[in-house]
């Protein structure tokens, strides 16, 4: 690719990049989020046109039209969300878009297909299954395969560990190795470092939509030297400091939930006192939703029983959540936690809609409401045109922010964050960060729930790993690693990894 | 050099009502191909469209009158798609509300404006009660609103048909009506010699009273937000179902006085005709005022204009009267395709990708 | 009552259960294609009507009923290429557009009418369809002259419902406006045009619309007739939720509505029915249909795309 630039609105989401990939290179495109990465892959893979540049295949100069000119020409993506139809089987998914015989599916080449891909690199799926029931690890093989069925020699693949284990991840990491043996060219897209050093045979660092570097070995170069490439500067994480423990604020006694956006909880007790931050680690599916939902008042406990500050919570609703004390900031905000149609002071006062001095017995009091936007949006730095805003507008950490000024406005006494920092970049994760510690400064407490390891281990005091709806260890984060974090994800107990050690 | 759609980042207000207007102009050039069609002189027909609502003063109160009813299933459709309730059942709300405040009108013993008081009521209480029958099915069972209601304009159409052939049938005369209201619930006429009542007036005033619950109201807040985004609002502890319920009943009690202020203004008795199709004509009215009440009002008149002319028109020349319900149509239609501009702009695009800009 | 029971196997009733089924047949699998598409059709009450109306008049005027089939079904894919425009290429909402194709249809489909025949005193009819028998089939007892001896669009439909599940099941591009219904992100980059699928699929839906309307301007009827769909396009709406958007449920679903509609038309003639006002008759399917959804509803699994329209950028 030669000088792609690419151009969406005012923003220049590509500008004039060069990048190469041989046969069996394995290229690491790193960048915080919105460099531009995913944006110069879809360029690659015919989603988008490029304004300006060329791309040049084998040598010879090429438009790619559309993603079914990509894969005529070999070249396979993988995304970060993955293009399958949950009710559709194995095979079908497979066959979409292919042309049958005698206007029918293929079905006998199909599993000829299928049979070749397994010899040769060892990645099968149950063709009659439907992707329903596949784990995401096996949806995302089920995605690798697609491309390689499609005879893709070049196979992109967008934070393909995002959502893996860190065992699942080393097989990923196998497979990538056995294609780039056989002369398969691969470029993954990430922005863990680690990562990075431990799977790529060069890298590529993208900032603000430029190239800012490429590094030959990455594995013998060092974190920070790559970091500064990426952000441009050196941002540290956040520090944690010792902060004396106090009384339990959020406590669960042996709680169970049924089946919610994967598995339900099954006999959890779990506390946050304090001045501490409490970390829930896990791979998405096992428990963490319902955890969430559960505290939230979205779902209602089946068993056991959950307090905050020594008051129980009876009912399952929001506000009864609200009402003792609980702050929450969900997922996905823009699906669950803000009314993107709304203006910013609309959302900023959505769950406290019923109060003085937003509301007197049906009545909004629209001076009080914007006076207290003006204030939260001037104390987080929100950048907006001005409390009337259209929320749909802003960036990704200005609606975090949004949803951070809201709740801790009226002075929690337990936030519960659900993947807080997703999509956001260095920043806005190290605003949220701080946050965090100065509530956790002042005595309140956190539970974290995150899929980001390395943020866990930063904030938090203790962490939880959650496996099939259980608690599956807990320990203080000074005795934690990523081994034995990784480990408990898949499963696997703390005893038997001490004992194959 | 090509074109290409951008999501804005504000709506200038002045685009809101020019939009508006660009899509009734719309609507009336494309219809002008069917006047055409039909042999006459296009811009004789819509000079006699016009000038049989707007001519003279009586022209003017038969508008008026027209538009009463419009403004209120217009009112009904708005606050029912601002939660995303697809009330499509204004109709049989507002059959629901005629007939049952017709029934209080006829018995109630009382002095006018306490008898116009209760069947006002009475009229809502239909409506709303009609209106509940979807939004429950749709709360409770996940059924789709947009089917059952439409169903229910059937059933309640037939229920009414057979009860004024029927059991309700009015003794004194010979055609299927009900029996008429107390002579003291008939809406005052507000000008001699036209048939403008009382109606029109508290039309007029239910178009800002019902701007006020939407913008000054927690109630009002809280429909917007569970329209645009159930689950965030749920999130934030807004009762989400009570919410629908409580805007279906709104909606159906503003078709139910449609209903009504049509018996105690016009007919003083429930027919088979007391609508036609005014419940489905709320709906291109609440579209093209953007689901705004305030502008309910100018496109209740338009319409009423255009039925009211329409049937002039075919009177004086061979123009189908149906062209009525295909101007609202056409209106609706263009009216959608105008609100792309709201939320888009157009953009010309730079040359064409291969080219070295730099 | 066991007179009425005794009725309900008689060739006569049994086959107008079938012929009542076979509009609802056409128009429910013409919605099924274009919902399995994610596009919700609500044009198709007025699509059906105007298909009737254009089917009637080409018809009359060129002395062809095949011809009238034919004008009807350009027609009714017309009117769905309108919806198209306004939800698949404009992205607006479903909901609307599909109210707003209604209302126009019926408009247009009164206005052409009325303004072509006028208001005779006697209204114009043209001779109908007559019946065709399969030879050696419709000679079994009972479902031979109620089945096989029928008109020429009622086999017709009957062989649409196992081509269409075929089609969807097994076919590539049938295959394709499935994903496009599930997933259209998954079917865009496998470099499937997921507006053209759509396009096809609510064009060929809409075309099967107008022939349903024809069906009844022409078969079950001998005319054109302002109230000659009444509400049979929004019960398929049902009908597909009902039929869980497979092709063969669906046609299960309207050979119920059929048996009942067809009950209530000789309830209404019965000693039974003149103790009661026929409008109470004219109710039971509607409210039948409204029950049948309320058991389904709950649990119905719609295409996972429907009423959301596709836009590249977003995720």
Known sequence: MRGVTKVFGDVVANDAIDLVVRPGDVVGLLGENGAGKTTLMNVLFGVYQADAGEILLNGEPVRIRNSADALDRGIGMVHQHFHLAPRLSVLENLLVGLPGRAGMLDRRRALARLDEIRRDFGLWLDPQQMVLGLSIGEQQRLEIIKALYRGARLLILDEPTAVLTPTEAEGLFTAMRAMSKQGFGIVFISHKLAEVRAAATRCVILRHGKVTGAIERPAQASNRDIARLMCGRDIAPAERTPVSVGDPLLELKRVSTRAHGGAGLRDVSLTVRGGEIVGVAGVSGNGQRALADLLSGMLAATDGEIRLAGSPMRRAAPREAQRLGLGRIPEDRMKTGLVTALTVADNMILPRLCEAPFSRRGWLDKKAIRAFAEERILAFDIRCPGPEARTAMLSGGNLQKILLARELAHDPLVLLAAQPTRGLDIGATRFVHDRFLEMRGRGRGILLISEDLEELMALSDRIAVMYEGRIAGEMATSEATVERLGLLMVGASAETSERRA | MGFRLEPRTSTPAWLNAALSLGAIAAALILCAGLIALSGTDVLAAYGIMFDSAFGNVYALSETLVKATPLVFTGLAVAVAFRAKFWNIGAEGQLLAGALLGCWVGGFANVPGPLAIVLMLIAGAIGGAAVALVPALLRVRLKVDDVVSSLLINSIVYYAMMALIEGPWKDPMSGYPNSPPIQDAADFPILMEGTRLHLGVVFAALAAPLVWILIRRTTLGFAINAVGENAEASAYGGIRVNRVLLTAAAISGGLAGLAGICEVGGIHYQVMGEISTGYGYTGIVIAMLARLNPLGVIPAAVFFAAVMTGAEAMSRATGVPVFLAQVIQATALITMLVALLFTAYRIRRTGGPAGVGAH | ?315
């Open chain 3, 1 to 315: 009552m066991s007179g009425l029971i005794e009725q309900l196997f008689q060739v006569g009733f049994l086959a107008a259960l079938v012929r009542i089924a076979t509009p609802l047949t056409l128009a429910t699998l013409g919605e099924t294609l274009s919902e399995r598409a994610g596009v919700l059709n609500l044009g198709i009450e007025g699509i059906m009507l105007i298909g009737a109306m254009t089917g009637f008049s080409a018809a009359y005027f060129s002395g062809s009923l095949w011809l009238g089939v034919a004008a009807a079904i350009a027609t009714g894919m017309a009117l769905a290429a309108l919806l198209a425009l306004l939800t698949v290429s404009f992205g607006l909402s479903q909901h609307v557009s599909g109210i707003g194709v209604t209302l126009l249809s019926t408009g247009l489909a009164f206005f052409i009418y009325r303004l072509v025949f006028g208001q005779p005193s006697q209204p114009p009819s043209v001779p109908p369809f007559q019946t065709l028998p399969i030879p050696g089939l419709s000679d079994l007892p009972v479902i031979g002259p109620s089945i096989f001896n029928q008109y020429a669009l009622v086999y017709l439909a009957m062989a649409l419902v196992p081509v269409m599940a075929f089609v969807l099941g097994h076919t590539p591009w049938g295959l394709s406006v499935r994903m496009v219904g599930e997933n259209p992100h998954a079917a865009d980059s496998a470099g499937i045009s997921v507006a053209a699928r759509r396009w096809q699929a609510v064009v060929i839906g809409g075309g099967l619309m107008g022939a349903a309307g024809a069906f009844l301007s022409l078969a079950q009827f001998n005319a054109f007739t302002f109230g000659v769909v009444n509400g049979r396009g929004w019960v398929a709406i049902a009908l597909v939720v009902f039929g869980q958007w497979r092709p063969w449920r669906c046609l299960g679903g309207a050979l119920i509505f059929a048996f009942i509609d067809a009950l209530q038309l000789r309830l209404q003639a019965s000693n039974f029915g003149q103790h009661v006002p026929y409008e109470t008759f004219l109710i039971l399917p509607f409210v039948i249909t409204i029950v049948a959804m309320a058991l389904v509803s709950r649990n119905a699994i719609a295409p996972a795309a429907l009423l959301k329209p596709f836009r590249k950028e977003e995720r």
